[in-house]
């Protein structure tokens, strides 16, 4: 998966959001990305395709 965003998430948060996605929890895996560290944090928008990235990555 070829993703800026993801790429530059700390290899925890990529865990931890993977595990949100598991469970469908996507407002918490959207905390989690925002809350990350990165600068600039990234927007809504890029969130929820992140999160529909990883759970089509996942299976989901």
């Given amino acids: 998966m070829e993703n800026g965003v993801w790429d530059a998430l700390p290899t925890e948060a990529r ?23 990165l600068d600039p944090s990234p927007g809504l928008g890029e969130c929820f395709a992140l999160f ?7 299976g989901g």
């Fill in 15 to 37: 865990d931890e959001i993977d595990a949100l996605v598991r469970k469908n929890d996507r407002m918490h895996a959207i905390k989690v990305i925002r809350e990350a560290g």
């Fill in 52 to 58: 529909a990235e990883r759970r089509a990555a996942l």
